[in-house]
């Protein structure tokens, strides 16, 4: 039972960290990647490649799911010397930027990965936080409260 938690908890964990770096800004994991020095070799078990998805959608994030459209992304794999696989998704056309993700998820899986997380991940979501605060702040500024004034003539 316990083995099944920890997979569970990796597994979430990971999820995560895919997100976080499917959602970065462009250029910004390699940044990050390059400032802490050597990027370790590795083998592709599939080159960067552009296809689509088709994006789903839900009526007030509780209805019937819907085809919303679809979106361009960059997937790739690769294979670190050591022997860990790792994965990138991203958005958009950018071969790059799939590359650095997914050699940040492989490097996750290694000895290294406090280093990593700390030197790409937190900066990453720091900056996510930021972003996301500074549209909710935005969006505050134009909230309009509604009241009805009691005339009195009952």
């Given at each position: 039972m316990r083995e099944v938690?920890?997979?569970?908890?990796?597994?979430?964990?990971r999820q995560g960290w895919m997100g976080l770096l499917a959602k970065a800004p462009e250029g910004r994991?390699?940044?990050?990647?390059?400032?802490?020095?050597?990027?370790?070799?590795?083998?592709w078990l599939r080159a960067p490649e552009i296809g689509s998805v088709m994006?789903?959608?839900?009526?007030?994030?509780?209805?019937?799911p819907f085809n919303l459209g679809e979106m361009?992304?960059?997937?790739?794999?690769?294979?670190?010397?050591?022997?860990?696989?790792g994965h990138g998704y991203v958005q958009g056309r950018r071969k790059a930027c799939a590359?650095?993700?997914?050699?940040?998820?492989?490097?996750?899986?290694?000895?290294?990965a406090d280093a990593?997380?700390?030197a790409v991940l937190v900066p990453l979501d720091e900056e996510q936080a930021a972003r996301r605060a500074t549209r909710a702040s935005k969006a505050a500024a134009t909230k309009v409260d509604f009241f009805t004034m009691v005339r009195g003539e009952d």
């Open positions: 938690v920890e997979m569970e908890d990796h597994t979430s964990a994991i390699a940044e990050l990647l390059d400032a802490r020095g050597d990027r370790p070799g590795h083998d994006v789903r959608g839900r009526t007030g994030g509780t209805g019937a361009t992304v960059t997937r790739c794999t690769l294979k670190l010397a050591s022997g860990e696989v590359t650095a993700a997914a050699l940040v998820d492989a490097l996750m899986q290694t000895e290294c990593i997380r700390r």
